[in-house]
């Protein structure tokens, strides 16, 4: 799979050659609590950031809650496995995968920490929830789950609690889940048919340039930090890229839900 693989890239460039790990250390300066989100996440809270197993119970009851109320049983369990599996999946890799000391860095950049748990959170949460929505309500679910996972990813790295590699590779490991969910789902109900209606179209198109533009702000908030302004910079990229990977891979998914469905003509066969 194209998710695995770049899986895989990011890491063994990130955390196995010199150049990786001279890039991403470097990023590493000054003290957590100089990241902005820090007063955010302690006067009022932001879950994955507090509060994780809070946030994962209440993400699981919601996806579960929709698929009961639109009685998608299949689709609520491929959702909840989706979650399960990336958040696991990203502890257990941080486990196995080493981190090796190629560049002589200081004892506090050599702990491991590929890939996030707190992103693997948020981006299995938003594509869970992408996967139980309806196809009407789904490209406004991936455009909340996309914020909300910029804002995620930009603040782990903030906080110096992940490097940039971290959260990509947390949401590369959830994008791969959700690829294998909805390949192996048959598909449940037509795509969406565009509205007749004046200015439908234009709407339908505008969404994901504002969607990717509120992302877009939203990891350059979360990656702030009160010592720098190019570092948090390179952040806010990563981060934005983690919201883009999963605003593709959901509409990549009901484009090609599309296509099936609409079928294709049959193949003329050879006569004996």
Same mark, same amino acid.
């Given at each position: 799979?194209? @998710?695995?693989?770049?899986? !895989?890239?990011?890491y ?20 957590? &609590?100089?990241a902005r ?18 946030t994962?119970?209440a ?24 979650v ?6 990203a502890?257990?890799?941080?486990s ?9 860095? =200081? ?24 996967l139980v929505a309806s =196809?009407r309500?789904?490209?406004y ?9 910029a804002v995620?990813?930009?603040?782990v ?8 590699? &971290? ?7 959830? /994008? ?8 192996l789902?048959?598909?449940?109900? =037509? ?6 209606? =004046?200015?439908?179209?234009?709407r339908?198109?505008?969404l ?7 992302? !877009?702000?939203?990891a ?6 009160? &010592?720098?302004v190019?570092r948090?910079?390179?952040?806010a990229?990563?981060a @934005?890229a /983690? ?10 998914? &009901?484009?090609?839900?599309a ?11 050879l006569?004996?």
């Amino acid at each position: 799979m194209v @998710f695995l693989a770049a899986f !895989a890239a990011v890491y063994l460039l990130a955390a196995c050659t010199p150049v990786g790990q001279r890039a991403e250390n470097s990023l590493v300066v000054g003290y957590a &609590d100089q990241a902005r989100v820090l007063a955010v996440s302690e006067s009022v809270g932001l879950p994955p950031l507090t509060a994780e197993y809070a946030t994962i119970g209440a993400g699981i009851a919601l996806i579960a809650l929709v698929a009961l109320v639109r009685r998608r049983w299949r689709e609520g369990a491929a959702a909840v496995g989706v979650v399960v599996v990336s958040l696991v999946g990203a502890e257990a890799l941080r486990s196995v995968l080493p981190r090796p000391d190629l560049v002589h860095a =200081p004892s506090h950049l050599t702990e491991v920490s590929f890939p996030s748990g707190h992103v693997a959170i948020a981006a299995g949460l938003a594509l869970g929830a992408a996967l139980v929505a309806s =196809p009407r309500t789904r490209p406004y679910v991936v455009a909340a789950g996309a914020l909300w996972l910029a804002v995620t990813a930009g603040g782990v790295q903030a906080l110096y609690w992940h490097r940039p590699s &971290d959260a990509l590779g947390a949401t590369l490991l959830a /994008c791969a889940c959700y690829a294998l969910a909805t390949r192996l789902l048959p598909r449940a109900e =037509p795509p969406t048919v565009r509205s007749s209606r =004046p200015g439908a179209g234009s709407r339908s198109r505008a969404l994901p340039a504002a969607a990717l533009a509120v992302a !877009a702000l939203g990891a350059v908030l979360g990656s702030a930090r009160e &010592d720098a302004v190019a570092r948090p910079l390179v952040f806010a990229a990563a981060a @934005f890229a /983690c919201a883009l990977l999963i605003w593709w891979t959901a509409v990549r998914s &009901d484009v090609k839900s599309a296509v099936k469905s609409a079928g294709r003509p049959e193949a003329p066969r050879l006569r004996g």
